[in-house]
């Protein structure tokens, strides 16, 4: 069967990943990826950047994508008929969800993020990635939004989730409490100095 660009671009995502994660590097071979993926060199030039830096951003961004999108549409089917948790709590448990589901990624996210100025490289790759995720979890969550203070509230929970990732990538524990701990106090810290004042609640 004749795999479309989206499903050949998974199949390619999946086989980075599993490369990253034993050779331990990002710098990994468009002939690896052939091997592993069993998709031909001349397909892969038509789908993947032409340096390794950009396909690694490349796959990373198409590995988020799905992740947030299970995310959404698992916490979506979690507070369908939930009256009782705080638009705080939602928020909090879509933020630990995305946590939880980068757990199995943890390692290869570390490679991709070995010094500085790959992680600045890596931030910069993703930015927009991590903006739809908030954008889309106030969405999800709280209705009629204005578009203004929907960007606000984005940008903030972006800032949250990147310190967060800090500590996610830091901790060597294979569970996320401290992850949460830390994704808790820093919402907190947010609504204290007023930009969620009044818009989420505990």
């Known amino acids: 069967m004749k795999l479309d660009n989206k499903n050949l671009e998974w199949k390619l995502c999946e086989a980075y990943f599993s490369i990253l994660e034993i050779n331990m590097t990002s710098e990994i071979s468009l002939d690896q990826l052939s091997k592993k993926s069993k998709i031909t060199i001349e397909q892969i030039k038509k789908i993947v ?3 390794s830096v950009n396909y690694s951003i490349f ?3 198409i590995l988020i994508s799905k992740i947030d ?3 959404i549409t698992e916490l979506k089917a979690d507070i369908l008929d939930d009256t009782i948790s705080s638009t705080y709590d939602k928020i909090l448990e879509g933020l630990s969800l ?3 589901k980068y757990l199995e990624y943890k390692q290869s996210f570390k490679i991709l993020s070995q010094n500085s100025k790959q992680k600045i490289e890596v931030f910069l790759g993703i930015f927009k990635e991590n903006y739809n995720f908030s954008s889309n979890l106030i ?3 709280e209705d009629d ?3 203004g ?3 606000l509230k984005s940008l903030a929970l972006n800032i949250v989730f990147t310190k967060s990732l800090e500590i996610f990538l830091k901790d060597e524990s294979k569970n996320i409490d401290a992850v949460i701990r830390y994704l808790d106090k820093y919402l907190s810290d947010i609504e204290d100095i007023g930009i969620f004042t009044g818009i989420i609640k505990k």
């Open 139 to 141: 969405t999800l969550i």
């Open 149 to 151: 203070v929907k960007t």
């Open 98 to 100: 995305r946590f939880e």
């Open 49 to 51: 950047p032409n340096n």
């Open 145 to 147: 939004q204005k578009c």
């Open 69 to 71: 999108k299970e995310v």
């Open 59 to 61: 796959f990373l961004k």
